[in-house]
Structures are given as C-alpha cells and as structure tokens.
C-alpha cells in the first residue's frame, strides 16, 4: 500500500483544482458553441465536462474534509460519488464525440493511502469508457486532419494514461500530473480556436 | 441512384449564403448566385434572405433596382467570424454543425 505524504497530497489537489477550472472553461464554451448553434450534441459536451469539473472540485473538497475531520466514511462517499460523477461525464463524451492543504498529522499521513482515494472498480469502468472516447477522438482526427482534433485526441489520450497510472497502481500523482497534462492539451486548443482566424 | 445528401443545418445554411456574399465583396452578390452556391430552392432562399435582413446581418444594396444585390452588415461579418470559431471548436471533438 503506497502512502501519500502531505506534501504530495498538497500537489495532487492543487492539479486536480487546476484540472477542474480547466474543464470547467472548456464546458462554458462548449456552451457558448450551443448556444450559438443549436447543435445538441454541444450540449452534452458541456454537460460532460461540467459533471467532470464538478466531480473534481468535489473531489479535492471531500478529501480537504477528510483529511481535517479524519472522518474515512466521507472520503469512501466522496471518491464513489465523484468516481460514478466521472463514469457519467465519460458516457457523455461518448456520446457527444460519437465518429491540498493545511499540515497533517502523521497519523493523518497513515490514514491517505491510494486504495482510499480510488475505487478500482469504478476506475476501470472510466478506462473502458475512455478507450471509446479516445477510438473516436482518432476516427474524427484521421478524418478531418485538424490539428484541433489533435490537441484533443491528445488530450484524451493523456486522460486515458491518468486512468492507467491508477488501475496499474503507478502512482496516484503521476495520474493527477497526467490528468492536468490533459486538461492543458484542451485548454490550448480552447485559446487557439478562439484566436485563429 | 443520386448520393444521399448530408444534412445541413439551419445555421450553417446561414452562414453558407453569408461566406457567398462575403466573397463577393463590396459588389454584393445577386440571388442567383446565393441560390447556387448555397444549394438551396428558391422558396427557400427567398425566406432566408428576409431573415437575414430582419437581422441585420445582410442588407440589399440598391432598394429601387430590379437586379437585388446583398452585402454583408458589421454584425454579418462578426456573425461568420463567430460561426468559424465555432466550427473549429466543434469540429475538433468530431461534432458537425
């Protein structure tokens, strides 16, 4: 069983914030996109990366009260809850794409250990479904050769790592740092298509 | 057999009619060649002609003449801005609008 010290738990919530803000602009603007167009499937973009950007930001908040509380039954709630709260953000990109902390005690140290703040069943679920986002994020690159389809496909992919890092147990921060990759990925496509003419 | 037609949303017919207009520039683009390059009927085109009008997006140039030309507003030209921006994002995630 790997532990997690205080300092790397500090790191994994602040990407994991970092993460959250980022798919929480990417869903504003898939919004906007529906709004402009009408295009329902923009809509369940947006819903997707909202549920996901709400999954992290409750994430990094039910730990931050785990860990002050020292209370093991929320953390077991809050990772089910924001895992099922992925699942459901990741059938939403399926179909939509279809073609931290204040200093703890050691004893708090002991309490974070990975299996706590994973659900390996509901992560595996995530990696299927992620294979299938992934699948169609390259049938969609292969065929229209964008390179905004790029950053995207890309930024699926690197999710899809994050996902792995986890089920492979190799490393719960090298997952976080994988998942802000990926987040970044999206970001930069969300800057250039709103810059380029 | 003919090719089964893709299916063209009410927007990018819009913006379709708009980018013909915009080619043409400053001259403005007659009905015929909208109607052309937009792939549309007549019934149809003339219907989304006076929507784009009543938005503001399109004017006729020449109110008086019997040969109807069309230009691009201020707002046409920021509307067709936007609606590429949007493409690109949608067509990056595989989304067709």
């Given at each position: 069983m790997q532990d997690i010290t205080p300092d790397q738990l500090g790191a994994i919530l602040l990407l994991e914030t970092i993460s959250a803000t980022i798919a929480l602009l990417v869903s504003h603007y898939s919004n906007k996109a529906f709004r402009f167009t009408q295009q329902k499937r923009l809509a369940d973009l947006s819903t997707g990366f909202l549920v996901l950007s709400a999954g992290m930001y409750g994430r990094v908040l039910g730990i931050l009260y785990a860990a002050v509380s020292s209370n093991l039954e929320t953390l077991t709630i809050v990772v089910i809850a924001t895992s099922f709260m992925r699942i459901m953000a990741y059938v939403l990109f399926v179909v939509s794409t279809r073609h931290t902390i204040s200093k703890m005690t050691p004893e708090l140290v002991m309490f974070m250990q990975i299996p706590l703040l994973v659900d390996f069943n509901l992560e595996t679920v995530g990696l299927i479904l992620l294979v299938i986002v992934v699948l169609q994020s390259l049938m969609n690159y292969m065929s229209t050769r964008s390179r905004y389809g790029l950053y995207v496909l890309v930024g699926f992919v690197l999710l899809l790592l994050s996902h792995s890092a986890i089920v492979t147990n190799s490393g719960y921060l090298l997952s976080q740092i994988l998942q802000l990759l990926a987040f970044l990925a999206l970001l930069v496509m969300l800057l250039k298509v709103g810059r380029e003419e | 057999m003919s090719p089964k037609r893709a299916y063209r949303s009410k927007i990018r017919i819009l913006a379709d009619m708009m980018q013909c207009i915009q080619e043409e520039g400053e001259e403005g683009a007659g009905p015929t060649k909208i109607l052309y390059s937009a792939n549309l009927s007549h019934d149809r085109l003339t219907q989304y002609l006076e929507e784009l009008i009543e938005k503001d997006?399109?004017?006729?140039?020449?109110?008086?003449?019997?040969?109807k030309t069309y230009r691009l507003t201020e707002k046409g030209r920021d509307f067709l801005r936007e609606f590429a921006k949007m493409e690109r994002f949608s067509e990056a995630f595989g989304i067709e609008i």
């Amino acid at each position: 069983m790997q532990d997690i010290t205080p300092d790397q738990l500090g790191a994994i919530l602040l990407l994991e914030t970092i993460s959250a803000t980022i798919a929480l602009l990417v869903s504003h603007y898939s919004n906007k996109a529906f709004r402009f167009t009408q295009q329902k499937r923009l809509a369940d973009l947006s819903t997707g990366f909202l549920v996901l950007s709400a999954g992290m930001y409750g994430r990094v908040l039910g730990i931050l009260y785990a860990a002050v509380s020292s209370n093991l039954e929320t953390l077991t709630i809050v990772v089910i809850a924001t895992s099922f709260m992925r699942i459901m953000a990741y059938v939403l990109f399926v179909v939509s794409t279809r073609h931290t902390i204040s200093k703890m005690t050691p004893e708090l140290v002991m309490f974070m250990q990975i299996p706590l703040l994973v659900d390996f069943n509901l992560e595996t679920v995530g990696l299927i479904l992620l294979v299938i986002v992934v699948l169609q994020s390259l049938m969609n690159y292969m065929s229209t050769r964008s390179r905004y389809g790029l950053y995207v496909l890309v930024g699926f992919v690197l999710l899809l790592l994050s996902h792995s890092a986890i089920v492979t147990n190799s490393g719960y921060l090298l997952s976080q740092i994988l998942q802000l990759l990926a987040f970044l990925a999206l970001l930069v496509m969300l800057l250039k298509v709103g810059r380029e003419e | 057999m003919s090719p089964k037609r893709a299916y063209r949303s009410k927007i990018r017919i819009l913006a379709d009619m708009m980018q013909c207009i915009q080619e043409e520039g400053e001259e403005g683009a007659g009905p015929t060649k909208i109607l052309y390059s937009a792939n549309l009927s007549h019934d149809r085109l003339t219907q989304y002609l006076e929507e784009l009008i009543e938005k503001d997006l399109i004017v006729q140039m020449d109110e008086n003449s019997s040969n109807k030309t069309y230009r691009l507003t201020e707002k046409g030209r920021d509307f067709l801005r936007e609606f590429a921006k949007m493409e690109r994002f949608s067509e990056a995630f595989g989304i067709e609008i």
